[in-house]
């Protein structure tokens, strides 16, 4: 129940495609939803989150959609660049443990091709 | 503002020893929490602390081991070294909602 399922574990997109990356949870009481971004040699940075009271989230070309009754929640990254190529990583937590533990995705390794 | 700090970023220990690794969290956060990521495992929840005290503790032996100060940096303790405790070690911060920070890690290998 703890677990986060994600999905492709890579992907490659032509420069100016839309990449997808699905995130699946199990545990009804998580709450909160962010995605991050980690280039090689880097820490995993935080790219956009969302909570269960809205159904979109969108800052620039990043969007997150979230199906409350699927239990499910994907990014998407509108006009793909080639400085987009990262891993892409799911999380997922649950405010109501009064601890910030994030459960992670497998991740997504991302290659944005000029 | 200066983001999280992590030293030292490269370490390498042989096996049966003991390592300290410190954190630096963003200026006024209180809470830091601790993962380990491996090829093979991703990104696991090691502990939490939030004003010095640990709040949540992730499915990890006693060797591992955390403590975070009155200035909320956080130090986190293997002893006994084993091989599969090679890993990136991130840290991360966050106060006074849920939106973790990360440092940039610290590269153990143990040899």
């Known amino acids: 129940q703890q677990q986060v399922k994600q999905s492709p574990q890579s992907l490659i997109v032509q420069k100016g495609g839309i990449s997808i990356i699905n995130c699946a949870y199990e545990?009804?009481?998580?709450?909160?939803f962010p995605w991050y971004q980690q280039f090689p040699g880097k820490g995993p940075a935080l790219l956009i989150a969302?909570?269960?009271?809205?159904s979109e989230k969108k800052e620039g070309r990043f969007t997150i959609s979230f199906n409350k009754s699927a239990k499910q929640f994907s990014l998407h990254i509108m006009d793909s660049q080639p400085g987009d190529s990262a891993t892409y990583f799911c999380?997922?937590?649950?405010?109501?443990?009064?601890?910030?533990?994030?459960?992670f995705g497998s991740g997504t390794r991302l290659l944005v091709r000029p | 503002k200066a983001g999280v700090t992590q030293t030292p970023r490269y370490l390498i220990k042989t096996r049966g020893q003991q390592v300290t690794l410190s954190c630096s969290p963003i200026?006024?956060?209180?809470?830091v929490s601790w993962y380990q990521q491996t090829p093979g495992q991703g990104l696991q929840f090691l502990f939490e602390?939030?004003?010095?005290?640990?709040?949540n503790k992730g499915n990890f032996p006693g060797r591992f081991s955390g403590r975070q100060f009155s200035n909320s940096r956080s130090e986190m303790n293997v002893s006994t070294l084993e091989l599969g405790d090679s890993a990136l070690y991130l840290c991360?911060?966050?106060?006074?909602?849920?939106?973790?920070?990360f440092g940039p890690g610290t590269r153990l290998t143990v040899l």
């Open positions: 602390y939030f004003s010095e005290t640990q709040r």
């Open positions: 991360a911060s966050s106060f006074p909602d849920n939106e973790q920070f």
């Open positions: 999380a997922a937590s649950r405010a109501g443990d009064s601890s910030y533990k994030l459960i």
């Open positions: 969302i909570r269960p009271d809205v």
């Open positions: 200026s006024g956060h209180r809470s």
């Open positions: 545990n009804t009481a998580f709450d909160y």
